[in-house]
């Protein structure tokens, strides 16, 4: 484990079940890979994508990504 990716899994670790209990149905694929830099994915309507760089974020800062990314403000 990166000493790097800490703050990710704690987001995980504090957020993951309460996010999946109040939203059963919105997908979140989390994937472990090694080499590569966190991002948050979205999938929109008609295929569109966007991302959104976890690297060096605080569990607060992610939070806030996944908000932002949700309502489209990314």
Known sequence: RAAG???RREFIE???VALKEANPGFPILIRECSGVQAKLWARYEFG???SVSLHNLTVDEVAKALENI???KV
Do not use: D, I, N
Request: aromatic share 8%; no cysteine.
């Open 70 to 72: 949700v309502k489209g």
């Open 14 to 16: 504090q957020h993951y």
């Open 5 to 7: 990716s800490a703050l």
């Open 48 to 50: 569109k994508e966007k």
